[in-house]
Structures are given as structure tokens and as C-alpha cells.
């Protein structure tokens, strides 16, 4: 536990307390909504509305749930998120990863400006974007796939990525790589063998940002997509805004569904998470 | 040296792969247009896809399951063949995907069409005109509201409407023992009802979603003081006596306490939730709400009745809305879109419908037995005697940018103290003046 | 002479590898972004016809944009609402942070709820405040009424949906500024605040001579990041407010996305997309600037 100094015998300090206390309403403060919201999911349509509203539900009542998961193709959606997810993070993370190394190790040119190039192209306004891309898709054949959203989150993410992970790479002593080398390594068995185990968790808290970026947008996968059998969670969503006005059961049910994957993965990965973040975001 | 090699590659990487992308669009063109010639000999159907904002693959509204029906029974039955899918379209961000869509030289073949909207979508090429078809075809629909005539633009008819909607007044009958006679009375009994937690009659005035709410009212409001929003030619008249009667009006709900600031933020589904929790006892809204509406623990409590207008026991002229179908810019086979557009208008998909608590396009629906069975029948009726009494308006391309606009006026006026006479004519004067170039 | 091979021979290597590895992402960026951006470019130059492009017409909506104040008060709220999200979302972060890295019990699982507002996405974070605030139905109001008997208004004055959109942001995107801040905290050498206690340093001490000059590359890299987002959203001001009232939440980007999609003025809405990326680098570089002067 490197850098946490709250050590030593006053274990029950002041300072612990009002730690506790101050960290509570941090708590209170970000649950607030989302608990208000499962609250909600969990009443009957006509306690939905009441006024003054019940803090707790009078007959716990899950039809919301029951009618996202069984009567609507949630359940296509969910895993269309999850695999469109996982493929995104897989593409964005080599490539990135490959790209993020040749600048931080190789003897490159205009590194300075192309860093600022590669930056400067994550800060356009994604709205300006759309119809270009729309555009260009149904001239290459390739609107209405699951394809063409992978391919647009993973070269949106990937400039973001490469500023990360080259951050990170900085960070890991190139002694030891020029070690492998003189012991005849290639470059290239040095990236995979040595370079990139040691980067895991790097690499894993990049994989989590583009997991939060992808599953939660609605943009792309709304524009670049209009076939039910390849609609994501994000737009699933949506359905529940219906012109003849928000099924706010039904609508909180689902989100409360399409957090979980997420919450899961973070809980998973967070030690490595908070690592990797570390190492690569401190040199960036 | 090296980087300019980089760019080099990448470049001709491009250009490969935008070459790719331009021979595997033309061979898939080339397969559709393929299957298009051979079905010129109008006896084959094709493969049809159809953007509608509801989703037959969700069976938690009926609305859905009644166009899952409908799609199912038609892919099933029609002689020509063809296959219908249905693509859901997010109905907020309907036109948009169309418009882009047609801006790349794709979309549907048959096109669901809110009739506010249809000028926007024709401006903006999605649909094509089929006057032909529809001529033909609205004849044998068994009491169609509309006729050929009324759908008409610029002499061409592009959809039908398959579905109407009108704009009425809510109210709570624990509140208001009879429906006030007049907007006058509204204002001074609303007033009254008016608690610090609950608002005695409520237009929402917030600029989001078209400012639906506002746009529901006002027009209705401005027609039954003798105004009008635009004149035959199209220009703007809304800035007249009548105009500044209306926002006069929505200014005195203010001062009455019939509502309160918070309006700002109240967008349509705001109010109807608001008005479903009992924190505002009357307000107007669509008849395509009453299902959610009717959803409230307070619905015995929940009456509908024709807007109310300037004059005593003289409602407002009723305003007509409602889905329509069209067949897409890019259709192929319009044979067979209309084909399938024809199945819409049976009676029996009619009554089937407004079991769904859509009130149907054709009268006849109502003279169905399960339908004379239906609980809320005498309010469906009621509803529809008043649609009748309206007509459906096509609003013009650029109906969004001018609603937000007129709202602000409004806001303005209710809440800045600003000129009502001023306001509109500002608005339009901008209106005009746009649309003179 | 036959390490001059060799070393040729890495040096061949190592071109061919270059090229290999940062080819995918060059390609990716230049088809999917920058061809783009210079599509984008062009519309803006253009008079447009819903997705249609016509004549050019120069500088045109640039000139509209900054000859008016519609556009000023957008640029106006873009960057207070910028400002006003990093300068709660900065402090919030690193306390919360630091309060974090200490060892204490159940440490893990405080971390987890302290951070689930950043899985919500934008649609959901706007609805969810929305559902919680609304001065008609919302609870937050009926418990303010009952105190007060008094409605509470979140939305209805050109300040208060200002800081609501704000509040908003701030529950949503605090957690990865803390996520940020806390893993440079743990990467901080234990020995440097023993030898502070060593010294007799205060808490407050430590944290303002030690903590935070060791924080400081991350806290502006969190906030290039950040504004970078913040400058770019859409979504969440839109849901929330759509820009009201009175136009006070409209910022720079939720006018690019009205204009171009709800008006369909696409070049105007293209340039004003332009303007934000200007604004964005402005900051970067102004970044970068403050960055390098530290090292």
C-alpha cells in the first residue's frame, strides 16, 4: 500500500471519522439518484406517478422488469452491447497498444506533433462527424452493420488510447527490454514476451474506458444502425421514451439492468484498474 | 522521411480501400436493381423494409403488437410476394436518420410520416409523391376521413394518414365540478384551485421537443380568437390582434396563478406526468396520450373534453395530427410498397387499432361490435365527432426552428415582461423575411 | 563490422516495424476522423440544403456565428460551463481521493459506489436528475416543500438550470478525475510523507507541500481530458434542459447539434462544430504551454 499514510497507531483518529463521514456524503450524494431510480423501477404504474411520492414501494412489483426482459428483445440487445463491446476493446487496445509503443520506443520523427495531432483529432465534436461517416458507410457497403460500429468506436477511441498507453509505456524501464535485446530477443518477442505482461494493468484500465465509452453510447450505434437485430442496449433505452410519453417504470428497470455488466466489470478490474491508471496517466 | 512514407502508405491504403467500398456498393445495387426489373412485371413483390417509430418486437405496448400483426399477416398473404421488415425508428430523432439516409442515397422503401413533419421530410427527399396510387385508392376506402384533396401539396398526395389524432382539454373532476364554459373562466377557476403544490391549468412553455406543448395550444387558441398562423400564400400571420390575444392570455394564466414559472421547464410529457401525479389539475394534450394518462390512480377522477376557446360553449377549432404512411425517395418496387400501405386502411386493421387506443383514419372502425363494447367508447366518440369538426394541417420544413422561436416570444412575454405585439412580430418578421429569398 | 550490421540491421528493423505498428491507427484516424473533419470543413464553407451541399460561401456562418449574439452567449456558456464543471469536479476528485487512499475498512467497496455514477450515460444521468428534481413531481421538491412550503426550482431561472446542468455533470464525470487522482496518489513513494512526519508536518501541511505539487501533471492532464468532454457534450445539457431557458444552458455544442440536426442548417451547425474544435485546442495548447513550464 504505497502512498497511503494514514498509518501508525491512531488508528481511530479524528481524521478517520471525519474521513468517514465526508466519504458517507460522497455515498448519499452519488446513490441518491440511482437508488430513487430502483425505487421507482419497483413500484406499479400508478405509484409510479403519486404525489407525494412513496419512499418505498407499497407492493414490490416487478411487471418492469418482467416486461423488459421477457416482452421486448432486450435480451438481443444486451448481447449486442456485450459483443460489440468486447470486439471494440479488443481492436482499440492492439491497436492502439502497437501504435502507443512505436512512439514512445522507436526513433520516430515529429514526435511532438504528431502526439498533437493524434489528440487533437479526440477533441472533435462528434455531431460533425455523423453524416460524413454516414455518408462514406453507404458508399462502402457498410451501414447497417454490426462492423461499421466497431469500426467507428475503435478509431474514435483510439487516439485517447494511444495518449494513454504511451504514458504508460513511458513509464516502464527500458532497461529491461534492452537487456532482452542484447540477449537476442527480437523487437518484436521483447513487445509481446516482456513489454506488454508488464503493461497489463495499463492495458486493462484502457480496455474499462472504452467498455464505459462504447456500452453507454447512443449516438453511433443509433446513426450507423437500424436493424433490430443489431440494436445495442443504449438504443433499447430509448424505447421506453415513446412519443406518448416515458414509461419511467419500464425505462428505470432497464437501466438498472444495462448498469450491471458494467458495475461487474469495474468490481473486477478495479485493482488493476487503479494501477494501470497510475502509471500511465501520471507520465502523460 | 520516414513519416512521409507513413502518409504515403496510409493514403494509398485509403484510396484502396474507398475503391473497395465504391465496387461493393455498385455490386449491391446492381443485385437490387436486379431483383427490381424482374419485378416490373407488377405481379412480383419485393423485399420491403418500412421505418416506423413503434417496434412489433416489443410486445409491451399494443400499439406494437397491433403492427406486428399487421406486418405478419400482409408477409404472409399478399399475392405479390413481397416481404415486409420493419426497421424502429426513434420517433425524436425520426427525421433526422431519414434525412441523412437520404443524403447518401438510401432509405426505406415506405416511410411512416407524422403529418406535422411531412414538409420537412419532403423538403428534405425522403419520400416520393404517389398521387397515382392514392387517388385511385382513397375512393374505395370505406369512409376515409380524408379526401384526395385535403392531402394534397403542391397537387401531389405523398402519405395517408392511417391514424388521427386531435389536441383536447384534460381535467381533474374532483376539481372542476362542470368544464369551465370558456379559456376565460378556465383562467379565473384554475386560479382559484391553484395550491402552492398543485397548478390549476398548465401550457408548457419549455423550448425542448419542438415545444410541443406550447404549439398545442396556441394554435388551437389563435384559430378560435378568428387568427391564423400562416395565410394561404404561406407567410406568417401569427403576429396579428388575435396572436397578441393568445399570448395575452397565457399571460393572465400567470397572473391568475392558474400556473407558475416553473412551465419553463415543462415540455409535454412533463406536464402529462405532472397532471397524472395530481400537481396539475387540467391541462390540453393529445388524444394518443389517453393511454398513459388513463395509467394514473387518479383516472376516475380524469375527463376529457374538446379544448375550450375565447367564446362561450365554443370549443377551439380542432386541430388533426396523425401517422401517416409514404413510399421512401429510394423505393424500387412503389407497386409493392403501396401494396402493403394499402393493408393499413382495411377496416378490420382499423378497429384493430383502436383497440389499441389509436383512433383510427376510417369512421366505419366505430361500428364494430367489440368496439360499441369498449368502456371508454362514449369518450372515443366524442373525440372523433370532434376530430371531424378539424382538419389535418401540414406545417411547413422549417415548423421546428419556428415553434422554438414562437415559444420563446412567449416566454418572454409571460416571464420578461416584453411586448406581446412586438415579440411576434419580431418572429415574424424573421419568419418572413426568410422565406421572401 | 559486424555490430554495424547488427545495428543496421536493428535500425532496418525498427523503421519496418514502425511503420507496421502505427499504420492500423493512422489509416483508422485518417479515414474515420480526419477525412471527416475535412468533409465537415467544406460543409461549413458551403450554403447547405438539409444534408444537401450547394454553393460556397466562404466564411459566411463563421462570420454569423461571431457577429451575434446567439453565438457569444453560446462560446459564453460553453466555457462557464466548462469552468464551473472542472472547478467543483478538480477539488471534489482529489479530496474524495485522498480521503480514499487511506487505509481504512471496507475501502473497496466505498470505492465502487463513490464511482457508479460514471457507468450511467449521459441520456440516463439527465433523466435520473430530472426524475429526482422536478419541481412538480419530483421528491427532492416535496421535501423541500414540506420543510418550507415552498416549491424548490431547479429549472426555472437562467441560474439556477445553469448549476443544475453542472450539478449534473459533476455527479457523472467526478469519478474518473478521482479513478485518475487516486492512482497517482498510490504511485506517490511511501517514504516521502514519512519523512514529512518525521518532520512534524500537519495533515493540511503534507497535503499542500507534498500531495499536491506531486499531483499536479495529473490534475492538468485530468483537466485537458475533461474539458476536452465537457466541450463536446451534448447530451446531458440537451436531455435536461434543451438549452432553456431562455437560452442559458445553450452551449456551443447543443447549438451545433440543434441547428444541424433539429434545423437542419448544416453548414451552420458544421461551423459551429469548428469553433468548438478551436476552442478545444485553445485550451490543449494552453495546456501543453502550462504542462512543459513545470517540468
Known sequence: MAGSYATGKKKFSIYILLTYLVLILFILVTITPIIWGLITSLKGTGEINRFPPTIFPEKLDLSNFYKVIFLSNFTTYFKNSCLVTFLCILASTIIAGHAAYAISRFNIKFKEQMMFGILMTSMVPAVALLIPLYIMGVKAGIYNTGFMLVLVYTSWRTPMLTWILKGFFDSVPIAIEEAAMIDGCTRLRTFYTIVIPMSQPGIVSSALLTAVYVWNDFLVSFTFVTKEELRTVSVGLYSYITQYGVQWGELLSAVMITIIPIIILFVLLQRKFVDGMAAGAVKG | MKRFVIAMISLALVFSMTACGNTASTEESGGTSANKTSSGSDVKGSDLTLWIFLNPESKDDPRNIVLKDIVDSYNANNTMGSKVKVESIHYSKFEAQAIQAAAAGTGPDIVNVYTDMLKQHIAGGTIQPMTKYAEEFIPTIEGYTYTADSLKINNEIYTLPWESRTFVFWYRSDIFKDVPKSLGELSSLAGAQSTALAQGFVIGLSDGSNSASFMESFIPFIRSAGGAIFDDSGKAVFNSDEGVQVLNYMKSLIDSKAMDKTTLSLGVDEVVDAFKAGTILSCNAGTQRAATIRGSELNDKIKSAPMLGFKDNEPSPAVVAGQSLGIGKFCKNTDAAFDFIKTFYTKDNQVKWLKANVLPAVKSAYDDAEIKAMSNYEELVSWNEYASKGKVEFYPADYSELSVKLVQAAQNVLFNGKDAKTELDTVANWYNDKNQK | ?295
Open chain 3, 1 to 295: 563490422m559486424n555490430g554495424v550490421i547488427k545495428l543496421n540491421k536493428k535500425r532496418n528493423e525498427e523503421k519496418i516495424l514502425s511503420v507496421i505498428f502505427l499504420a492500423p491507427a493512422i489509416i483508422l484516424i485518417l479515414c474515420m476522423t480526419v477525412l471527416p473533419i475535412i468533409y465537415a470543413v467544406n460543409t461549413s464553407l458551403h450554403a447547405t440544403e438539409y444534408a444537401q451541399i450547394k454553393e460556397f460561401i466562404g466564411l459566411k456562418y463563421y462570420r454569423e456565428i461571431l457577429g451575434s449574439v446567439k453565438g457569444w452567449s453560446a462560446i459564453f456558456n460553453s466555457i462557464s460551463y466548462v469552468l464551473m464543471s472542472l472547478l467543483l469536479v478538480i477539488p471534489i476528485g482529489t479530496i474524495c481521493a485522498v480521503l480514499l487512499n487511506q487505509k481504512i475498512a471496507g475501502r473497496t467497496f466505498i470505492r465502487t459506489l463513490v464511482i457508479i455514477p460514471w457507468v450511467l450515460s449521459q441520456t440516463v444521468t439527465a433523466l435520473l436528475w430530472k426524475w429526482l428534481l422536478n419541481s412538480n413531481y419530483g421528491p427532492v421538491s416535496y421535501i423541500y416543500y414540506s420543510l418550507t412550503g415552498q416549491k424548490i426550482d431547479f429549472f426555472n431561472t437562467p441560474l439556477a438550470a445553469k448549476f443544475t446542468v453542472v450539478l449534473a455533470n459533476v455527479w457523472n464525470s467526478f469519478p474518473i478525475v478521482l479513478i485518475l487522482i487516486l492512482a497517482a496518489l498510490q504511485s506517490i513513494s511511501a517514504d516521502v510523507y514519512e519523512a514529512a512526519q518525521v518532520d512534524g508536518a500537519t495533515r493540511l501541511q503534507t497535503f499542500f507541500k507534498i500531495t499536491l505539487p506531486l499531483l499536479k501533471p495529473i490534475i492538468l492532464t485530468t483537466v485537458v481530458l475533461q474539458s476536452m468532454e465537457y466541450f463536446n457534450m451534448v447530451t446531458l445539457v440537451y436531455t435536461l434542459t434543451s438549452g432553456g431557458p431562455f437560452n442559458a444552458t445553450q452551449t456551443m455544442s447543443v447549438l451545433a447539434f440543434k441547428e444541424g440536426f433539429e434545423y437542419w442548417h448544416l453548414g451552420y451547425g458544421s461551423a459551429s462544430s469548428i469553433i468548438i474544435l478551436v476552442l478545444n485546442m485553445l485550451f490543449s495548447i494552453f495546456y501543453m504551454k502550462t504542462l512543459r513550464k513545470k517540468d
